[in-house]
């Protein structure tokens, strides 16, 4: 009863004066104010995770897109066949998976990886795994809910083929197990005219990542062994030491393409055999 005559009395209070009443409301305002503006941060925190993922992707298909759009505009100005166009379009037929880096290793000469994708989300082994930033690695086995992805930062690593951005001389891409910021692109020919500070970007050549993956910056160049070429240093765009959030690269047309590739094989061993 004492209740229920002092919620009487505080209504009578707060409903019939405009002072008490102006004071309530404030106070009630500013009260449900702080609680949803605590149940927002909440709602964000957990939301993180997928926002992270969106923004991964979506930074990768930026950038792959910029390094097309910069070549075709090259292309326009000097009123040349448009060649980059095709490329542009061609990067329809990839698609991605967003994926979680789950555990990593990086001071070993075998480093790998392990993403919480697998099998039943469409990831497969052979496929190249990305950031944001650039260049990850490319997968190498697969179960239902993961993948065991080989990076860039093991010795026995894809030879991935990439190019200098701007003058297309390309080569390979090599980790030798010393420093894990940089790799090396080897097989870059003599003639070629670049020099430190260019960009080094996936070339397309390769049915594992699509053209202008960012691979890194060129910060040395070096003559090979033999004379017969360059063999340039590139500190990586991907900072492997704080990589969580990835994407893996999916082609629809890698399956025509291999298919293609082995009936040319085939054909060749028969010839040869004849």
Known sequence: MFVLLEAVSFTLLFSKNNYQGSVWFSTANAAVGRLYEWTSSVESFFKLKSVNQSLTQRNFYLERQLSQLRRLYGEATQKTDSAELK???SLKNYQTVSAQVVSSELHKANNLMTIDKGSLDGVAAGMGVACGRGIVGVTYLVS???SVVIPVLNVKSSRISCAIRGHGYFGVLRWYGQEAGYAYVEDIPRHAQFKRG???????YSTIFPPGVLVGRIVEVYNSRDGLSYK???ALSTDFGNLRDVVVITD???????RLMQAARDSLKLNVSE
Do not use: F
């Not at 260019?198 to 397309?204: K, L």
């Not at 629809?252 to 291999?258: D, F, L, N, Q």
């Open 252 to 258: 629809r047309t890698i399956g025509e393409r291999m």
């Open 198 to 204: 260019d960009w080094v970007e996936t070339n397309g």
């Open 144 to 146: 239902d809910h993961y």
């Open 87 to 89: 490329g542009l379009l």
């Open 232 to 234: 340039l240093k590139v």
